[in-house]
């Protein structure tokens, strides 16, 4: 079945240091979306990116969609302790079912030393 | 406002307990998904409903039961708990096509 890869598990950072996070997928998706949770929270969702190669941006996060739509980026740039939080991502096979399953990631924790 | 709302927020069972884990929504939504978070492992799909009367297996769900009678209700059974069910429980819906998932808060279940 369809698995979706995130790294890294964990990032540490100080903060002002910028942050990625990859997302690969063993199939084609046709969509992606990221997803944030805080620390004994839950999952709130933050973009969908559908197109290939396509970018969108989020005040200091700027999204990714690979070319094959098979990868995927979340980048933060400077970052703050508000940043701190577990980041998903979770895919859509592109295989022409329905659209209401999702593969999610195992996500990469973010902590921001201030 | 209240989205998809979970009870109880914690609970402690003991080995051989049963209990249902509630979730309702009043988005409307006709997709209902539950999934169990471990620490470090992400979220994993338990079962799904794509509409009332209609229910499906995700990637784990065995030791678990689900229904669903209406569109704003879909609750979890555990029949026979055990410790390997200790987690926490999310609760999310969504709406028609490509749409994000809503999260309750979560239940946080101990199998001691």
């Known amino acids: 079945g369809q698995q979706v890869m995130q790294i890294p598990q964990y990032q540490h950072v100080q903060e002002g240091e910028d942050f990625t996070t990859y997302c690969n997928s063993s199939?084609?998706?046709?969509?992606i979306q990221w997803y944030k949770q805080r620390p004994g929270g839950h999952p709130v969702f933050l973009i969908q990116?559908?197109?290939?190669?396509e970018v969108k941006k989020q005040k200091r996060l700027t999204f990714q969609f690979g070319e094959a739509k098979k990868n995927s980026s979340l980048h933060i740039t400077a970052t703050q302790t508000t940043d701190v939080g577990t980041y998903f991502c979770a895919g859509r096979e592109d295989s022409g079912g329905s659209n209401y399953k999702l593969t999610f990631g195992k996500g990469t924790l973010l902590t921001v030393n201030p | 406002n209240a989205g998809v709302t979970q009870t109880p927020k914690f609970r402690i069972l003991k080995i051989g307990q049963s209990m249902t884990l509630q979730c309702t929504q009043d988005?409307?939504?006709?997709?209902m998904y539950w999934y169990r978070q471990d620490p470090g492992m992400g979220l994993k799909l338990i079962y799904y409903s794509v509409g009332a009367g209609i229910t499906d297996k995700g990637e784990v769900p065995n030791g678990y039961n689900v229904s669903r009678s209406t569109t704003e209700d879909f609750p979890l059974r555990l029949e026979l708990a055990a410790p390997s069910q200790t987690s926490v429980y999310f609760c999310?819906?969504?709406?028609?096509?490509?749409?994000?998932?809503?999260f309750g808060d979560g239940t946080r279940l101990s199998i001691l």
């Open positions: 199939t084609t998706l046709s969509n």
């Open positions: 999310a819906s969504k709406g028609t096509g490509n749409q994000p998932q809503h």
């Open positions: 988005m409307n939504h006709n997709y």
């Open positions: 990116l559908v197109k290939s190669g």
